[in-house]
């Protein structure tokens, strides 16, 4: 009896260490990311949409600027009119006015007393000051720059993934280009035009990071949006005709289109004829010219990925927006009322739609409710971080997974309970700390993606072996909530994607039964195209679950 309750002592205080480290393990990784979220407001829409309260209070400000500078600019004109009356009506003939002595007198005061306080009003600088210190208020919540690249970084994305018009972007429509004209891919119920300035910014990104692919396609319509407008001015805007043109001028060199090039240089010179270095870019283009003629029609080319190679692959089954196997064409591939012989399931049991049998991909339809979903959200948004990846023995953030995620312990809310023992009863895995993570619940950015990967370790050094606890064995993933369009999870090597279904839940195993990673669940999630993506994952890992997941004897299962 002794023995046997040391047994379940150990037992139990191996778990509590486990569980201890795994803590210790996700705490790091928290902490190393605090530091970065104050500049990546792009990479969750929920930030994004804090971002409107800030422009709120910022339009309460100018509000009131424009109101003080009307009240001031209302007193200068009934000081002009003043002035002028007395100009017209009276000043005509000097000597007769002068004659009488008050007419002298405010004559003299106002041009040795009233003009001077006028010219040299504070009034002005005070109105000015004032929306200065409010804008000096909300500066700490505005987006860095860093948020502008990485929103421009996300709309160049979306129109790499979903093939989508550069054209139709900056009129407001999401618009494919086919032979028999542009197609709308999405219709929103709210539309805004990109102007000028917008596009320019766009380009200006793609061209610092010497991307003369996307700087092409962006700044042409800038340019073009300028010249419209050309020699009008607006307040907000930081580019003019002549930066477009000095930027777009030098991609079009960079792609090989050296007489555009030249024309474009020249066209910036009849603007500027003192721009000495664009006189010497000139003078370069045509030497360039003329000691080999090139042909204007340089067709640019998107550059090749090398890192990702799927990425034809992975484009197609986004642009599908959801295209799962044909059910028919397989009746082993159907939809059923699923218990896994659980008592807890019996008087309810879950609507389960087999997706795939390779790999084994299942949702669950109408796993969760409205208000647990709502309350996962609520409860995991003030410890939203910037996602990481693996990177060798480290974990980091990376171009390639734009989102924001936060780990809810079972105990955090009664509803992350729920949840756990519901994914216990349907899969029969032990979901419990060490043996399964903790809830991760992500949101997605703008443009929001995670490209093709792997769920399981793929590398012995991997900081998933550092909880000890095995390797990744099964993916639990739940919707929590629908998107306008996008955001679909796509199986890259199986060859078809599952689009977001509200409130359901997609479960795969990521290894086989010999323990080996199974290289058809490379998978990626779409980047989200309208909407505000959230999901929760649970991974359970390969220890704890000996029993309920047995061993093949076959090895090459």
Known sequence: MQDRTHRLTSTRWRVCILSFRMLLVLGFINLILAQQTLCEMYTSVVNVQQAIAVEKELLKYLKSYIEDETLRLNDLKRFYGKVSNLHTNVFQGAGTAMANPLFAYTLIKRLQSEWLNVVYSNEANENTQAFKSGYEKEESRLPKFEDLQGAAKGLMRLQDVYALSVKG????????DTTGGAVDIYRAENSITLSA???FLIGKVAYEMEDYYHSVLWLEPAASLFRQAYRTWNTEDEG?????LDHLAFSHFKTGNVS?????????LHLDPSNKRV????????????????SSDVLIQRPNTTYLETRNTYEWLCQTLGSQPRHYENPRLHCDFHTNGNPALVLKPMRREIVSLQPYVV???????????RTIKEFSAPGLQRSVVASGVKQSTAEYRISKSAWLKDTAHPVVQKLDQRIAALTGLNVHPPYAEYLQVVNYGIGGHYEPHFDHATSESSPLYKLNTGNRVATFMVYLNSVEAG??????????????????ALFWWNLLRNGKGNGDTLHAGCPVLVGDKWVANKWVHEYGQEFQRRCSPNPDD
């Open 169 to 176: 972007l900056v009129n407001g429509l999401f618009q494919r």
């Open 197 to 199: 300035d917008d596009c």
């Open 240 to 244: 003019s005709l002549e930066d477009v």
């Open 260 to 268: 555009y090039a030249l024309s474009l240089s020249r066209e910036i």
């Open 279 to 294: 006189t010497r870019n000139i003078e370069k283009y045509e030497k360039i010219l003329a000691a080999s003629p090139a």
């Open 363 to 373: 949702l669950y339809h109408s796993f969760i409710s409205d208000h647990e979903a």
């Open 487 to 504: 955001g679909s999870t796509a199986f890259i090597s199986a060859n078809f994607s599952v689009p977001v279904v509200k409130n359901a």
